[in-house]
Structures are given as structure tokens and as C-alpha cells.
């Protein structure tokens, strides 16, 4: 048995060191017909883009930077934008409390990258930082206020 395993990690280990990167893509996000799917589809990608984003930097790469930094950007767009096309309840919704989650911890990751970055490269995300901890603070309130009552 123990040399099954091992064959099969032999003969694959090669396609999974070599492959080419493997991340969310914002169009399968906007293709999911579920809203409340879409928005952690739509977060999973803008944790991916940042993940691509910090790879790139490391290289030295600060257009691939700029572009996974917008990537970013929309994501957390389509992510806030479909759980409020979606009408329910952020009380009563986990998708909520997920997405609140994710934007938090996609903040603080983007806070270390910056804080990594030369101080002449750090202006590239301050937009990002900026409209992320938005997103964040709304979906925040909306788990702790609920529904607005009309």
C-alpha cells in the first residue's frame, strides 16, 4: 500500500510543482447564478489576486502588481454588490458574516503588504485599502444592525 502512495506522488508531485498558477477567475464568479455564491466566489478571487499580487511584487513586476491590485478591487465590488442585490436579511445570512470575515482579513493583509512595500510603491494600494476596510465596516454594521426597516 505504502508503495502505491508513493508511486503516485512520484508520478504527480511533477505536475503539481510545475502547473501553472492555480486561482479564482472573477468570470466564473460573475457567472454564478447565486448571488450569495457569487460574493464568496467573488472574495476567494480578490484573496488569490492579492496572493498573485504579492508574488509579483517579490519579482520586481509593479505592472502585474497594479493589475492584480485592481483585480483586487473589483472583486470586493461584485463580492459587496451581490449580497445586496441578494435583499436578505444580513442578520439572519452566514454569507454575510463570511464576506465580513474575508474582507477583514483581506484588510489586514493588505495593511502587511503595504507596510513590505518600498514607500515610493506604497500609493498603489491605498485605494484598495481604502474602499476594502469601506466594504468591511458596511457589512459589519449590517450583521450587527440587520435589515433597515422602511
Known amino acids: 500500500m505504502r508503495r502505491i502512495l508513493l508511486a503516485m506522488l512520484l508520478l504527480f508531485s511533477p505536475l ?9 477567475d472573477l468570470k466564473r464568479a460573475m457567472a454564478e447564478p ?10 476567494d478571487n480578490a484573496a488569490a489576486a492579492l496572493k498573485s499580487a504579492r508574488a509579483a ?8 502588481v497594479a ?7 473589483e472583486s470586493v465590488d461584485l463580492a459587496a454588490g451581490s449580497l445586496e442585490q441578494s435583499g436578505k436579511n444580513p442578520r439572519r445570512s452566514t454569507w454575510y458574516k463570511r464576506a465580513e470575515i474575508s474582507t477583514r482579513d483581506l484588510s489586514r ?14 500609493p498603489l494600494l491605498d485605494k484598495v485599502r481604502a474602499r476594502v476596510q469601506e466594504v468591511h465596516e458596511e457589512l459589519l454594521m449590517g450583521v450587527m444592525e440587520g435589515k433597515k426597516k422602511q
Open 16 to 24: 503539481i510543482l510545475f502547473s501553472p498558477k492555480l486561482r479564482a
Open 34 to 43: 447565486n448571488l450569495e455564491k457569487r460574493s464568496g466566489l467573488a472574495l
Open 57 to 64: 511584487y517579490d519579482k520586481g513586476d509593479n505592472d502585474e
Open 67 to 73: 493589475k492584480d491590485v485592481a483585480e483586487v478591487l
Open 109 to 122: 493583509r493588505l495593511n502587511d503588504f503595504q507596510d513590505q512595500m518600498s514607500y515610493v510603491d506604497r
